[in-house]
């Protein structure tokens, strides 16, 4: 049998040196595709993504447009965009990869609502910048009008901020596993998922602004789908220690109680590493096999030749 993967790519995957046109990002997808493409004979395989470049875009265009006949969409609802937005571009590269070695092979991308508590801590201290940046009067006044929370950001100017909750479900994850019992590659919970909530009385779900870190969606769907293998696939073809800095290391193989001794020792950054580390980690803890590792080196990574393998 084949085994079960899911790949996360990260959201900036997409969008090289910061060329943010759907021309570049799309070729950017078409070498994606080619190498989801490689896999496909060995694997069965669940792609997620980010979306943190994408739904900024979004989010500018919809506020810059924003007018009383056409108001902007909400946070959730520009997530869902992003979703439609990067899988039309990654199902074209695949499908295309496919034809291109005389194959024909299914797939498809499944809007993904991932449900959250309302009683996350996070609800109470918004921390994730999204959007465009503003000097501190207008952010301030925007946030008076709109009942945001606005943070300076390094040095670059005030944006909005929103709560990052931890994803505890998945609503299609039930979907998502017949499509790839049928031998589908399902692209699903993009951009860590539509954040929603499930009303206390009638359990009624209903979308809540907030952004769910794609490695946690995606090491969650990895386990609710019952995967063999989950990969944060990103910039780097390992994690290193010390990253920068003469002592640099790369770090192949690791146990999850390594992962968990470095990460205490605070050797992986918040915004950068620390997710992806902790998403492999916990996905190991479950009794999987967790792999960070580039697009270049993913098909030696998967044979254990390449990338950081975190097992239990």
């Known amino acids: 049998m084949k085994q079960r993967i899911v790949l996360a790519l990260g959201g900036n995957a997409l969008q090289k040196n910061g060329e943010a046109t759907a021309e570049a990002q799309k070729k950017v997808a078409v070498e994606v595709g080619e190498a989801i493409a490689e896999l496909a004979d060995k694997y069965e395989i669940i792609v997620a993504h980010g979306n943190g470049p994408q739904v900024g875009n979004i989010l500018i265009h919809e506020e810059s447009a924003s007018t009383e006949k056409a108001p ?23 499908n295309n990869a496919f034809v291109k070695k005389g194959k024909n092979k299914k797939v498809a991308t499944v809007v993904s609502q991932v ?45 909005r901020v929103v709560p990052s909750p931890k994803p505890i479900d998945i609503v299609e994850k039930k979907s998502i596993i017949e499509l790839v019992k ?9 951009g860590g998922g539509i954040p929603v909530v499930r009303t206390k009385v009638l359990k009624r779900l209903k979308g809540i602004d907030a952004v769910i870190d794609k490695d946690y969606a995606a090491e969650k769907l990895a386990e609710l789908v019952k995967a063999d293998i989950f990969v944060s696939v990103t910039a ?8 920068g800095t003469p002592e640099q290391k790369a770090l192949d193989q690791l146990t999850a109680k390594e ?10 950054k918040a915004g950068s590493m620390l997710p992806k580390v902790e998403a492999a980690t916990k996905f190991a803890e479950a009794g999987g096999t967790g792999i960070i590792t580039d697009i270049d080196h993913l098909k030696d990574a998967l044979k254990g030749k390449a990338g950081t393998i975190v097992t239990r």
Do not use: C
Not at 124 to 137: E, H, L, R, T, V
Not at 183 to 190: K, Q, T
């Open 72 to 94: 902007a969409m909400p946070l959730e609802t520009a997530v869902a965009m992003s979703q439609g937005q990067i899988g039309y571009w990654l199902t074209q590269a695949i």
């Open 115 to 159: 449900v959250v508590s309302r009683d996350d801590p996070a609800f109470k201290n918004p921390s994730k910048p999204i959007g465009q940046f503003y000097d501190a009067k207008t952010a301030k006044t925007l946030a008076k009008q709109n009942g945001w929370t606005v943070k300076e950001d390094a040095g670059r100017g005030w944006r």
């Open 182 to 190: 049928e031998g589908v590659i399902v692209i699903a919970a993009g």
């Open 236 to 243: 780097v073809p390992n994690v290193y220690i010390n990253f």
């Open 259 to 268: 992962a968990n001794h470095l990460k205490k020792y605070g050797y992986f």
